[in-house]
């Protein structure tokens, strides 16, 4: 659920403004899936080279796949801040995604519940 989020509101984001994404996606979340299931969901998504998961203090949960960052808990204090720019929001609410793209990938974060998850794309 995790991972569908942060593809579906990434590629939300690459064909609308930001204040005009649509909240009503709301309902097509599930109950939160473990570390194993999350990774498994998110490289089998077209594109994606690899997937990480951390908690909030930024250790690592589960990671698959390549092109990872070396030092992913960097990931962590990313997501936590681009939250602080967005203010209040509901308890499970997800954050904002935060894609960040270098000449040899691109990583889509969010954090929710507690998880941070990070999507990793070759570079185009």
Same mark, same amino acid.
């Given at each position: ?18 204040? &005009?994404?649509?909240?009503? *996606?709301?309902? !097509?979340?599930?109950?939160? #899936?473990?570390?194993? +299931? ?32 070396? &030092?992913?808990?960097?990931? *962590?204090?990313? !997501?936590?801040?681009?939250? #602080?720019?967005?203010? +209040? ?36």
């Amino acid at each position: 659920a995790i991972l569908a989020q942060v593809v579906a509101q990434e590629t939300v984001l690459q064909r609308t403004d930001r204040s &005009q994404h649509p909240s009503a *996606t709301r309902s !097509a979340r599930s109950m939160p #899936k473990s570390v194993a +299931e999350i990774l498994e969901a998110g490289i089998s998504k077209a594109g994606v080279s690899g997937v990480v998961c951390l908690d909030m203090q930024g250790f690592t949960l589960g990671t698959v796949g390549e092109l990872l960052p070396t &030092q992913a808990a960097h990931i *962590t204090g990313l !997501a936590q801040k681009a939250a #602080k720019l967005e203010g +209040e929001r509901e308890a499970h609410a997800p954050g904002p995604v935060i894609t960040v793209e270098t000449s040899m990938r691109t990583l889509s974060v969010l954090a929710r519940d507690e998880i941070v998850v990070a999507v990793v794309r070759k570079a185009n």
